[in-house]
């Protein structure tokens, strides 16, 4: 009985044929089919938990800017202050020009917290 299955074994493993698994991305931005765009876009567009497709967490920027604005305008008498290292009362800025921009550092000289503004050129 053991050597009529293996014989059988032996016979019939010599049939049996194996693929490679081959992976084939889905997404169109990985390598995947073109045609899955507009089938992926339309899945994630219905679970989207968001009624309003615009954000309005930065409403209150422009508030900001004019208070920032209207601060140095009353310590440095310009827009902004002066390029390099100056102090006014608890405060000491550091001013100067990078490839992002105008970049001002802003020391609390008493707690010692430090903020960083980057207005962006132009």
């Known amino acids: 009985m053991r050597t009529l299955f293996l014989v059988l074994f032996l016979t019939f493993s010599g049939y049996s044929f194996g ?3 081959v992976y084939t991305p889905v997404n169109p931005a990985f390598g995947g089919d073109p045609f899955n765009y507009t089938w992926l876009l339309n ?3 219905s679970q989207n938990p968001f009624e309003n ?3 309005t967490g930065f409403d209150n920027l422009s508030g ?3 208070s920032l ?3 140095f305008t009353n310590q440095f008498g310009g827009g902004t202050p002066p390029l390099g290292t100056s102090q006014s009362g608890n405060f000491e ?3 100067f020009e990078s490839t992002e921009g105008l970049v001002i550092n802003v020391l609390d000289i008493l707690t010692g917290e430090q903020t960083q503004i980057i207005v962006p050129n132009g």
């Open 19 to 21: 693929q490679q698994l």
């Open 64 to 66: 900001l800017n004019s």
């Open 53 to 55: 497709d615009s954000f």
């Open 43 to 45: 899945s994630a567009n």
């Open 69 to 71: 604005g209207n601060q």
């Open 93 to 95: 800025y550091e001013v």
